[in-house]
């Protein structure tokens, strides 16, 4: 079984300073991890993912995760903010067929 | 760029009416899925499709539910009765390859369910 946790229901952040999304996860089996975003009245767009080659994994809009096998985290951070990215974030952990999504995190940019 | 799209984007309609779902996926995909999220809670899966059958559901996909891919294009899900818990954003999703561990899902924008 399979299962992740986002650690943060809501993050709130000002315009230019760092963002940190917090998720852990559990698997059974070396597990495929994903981060999905959902703007208001949008899809779920891929905004990076890991599946066993490098840690530190790129993804769009200047966004980043970190795989850490010993502490079963993968959290998306993103230097510096910018209002557009004020959304739903998912961190979702996967084998084979089955992805189990985390609860989401909203977040939030003030000017 | 391809999209998976949804129609409709929102239907409301009353207990124990039939529904259905309509879905596009992308045109060289060859496996599709379907989601649901209730307001306020997580994302689940419901259901994945592949070679014209069923490949994996969850416990919520029970007799109520059912998908069709009838044409080589559309890809549906009908809920035969509704009830009020079905209430939920149902996503459709596709992909290339099995979805995880390579396969990225592309999802589509949603279709809002209201049940009254």
Redesign the interface.
């Known amino acids: 079984a399979q299962s992740v946790t986002q650690l943060d229901s809501h993050v709130s952040v000002s315009e230019g300073t760092p963002v940190l999304l917090r998720c852990n996860y559990s698997s059974s089996y070396s597990p495929?991890l994903?981060w999905?975003v959902q703007h208001p009245?949008?899809?779920?767009?891929?905004l990076l993912?890991y599946?066993s080659a490098a840690t530190l994994v790129k993804g769009i809009n200047g966004f980043e995760a970190e795989f850490k096998k010993s502490e079963t985290s993968f959290h998306l951070t993103k230097p510096s903010a910018h209002m557009s990215d004020a959304a739903e974030y998912?961190c979702v952990v996967?084998?084979?067929?089955?992805?189990?999504?985390?609860?989401?995190t909203r977040l939030t940019v003030k000017p | 760029e391809p999209e998976v799209t949804q129609t409709p984007s929102h239907q409301v309609t009353q207990m124990g009416q039939e529904v259905i779902l309509r879905c596009v996926p992308i045109s060289n995909h060859l496996y599709f899925y379907w989601y649901r999220q209730i307001l306020g809670q997580k994302v689940e899966f419901l259901v994945s499709f592949y070679n014209n059958e069923i490949s994996e559901k969850s416990e919520i996909f029970d007799d109520q539910f059912s998908v069709e891919r009838p044409d080589g294009s559309n890809f549906t899900l009908k809920i035969r009765s509704t009830k009020l818990e079905d209430s939920a954003m149902y996503f459709c999703a596709s992909s290339e390859a099995p979805g995880g561990n390579t396969g990225e899902l592309f999802f589509g924008e949603g279709s809002r369910l209201t049940v009254l």
Do not use: I, V
Request: overall charge positive.
């Open positions: 495929s994903f999905y009245n949008k899809g779920l767009q891929l993912k599946t998912f996967s084998n084979n067929n089955d992805m189990r999504f985390g609860a989401g």
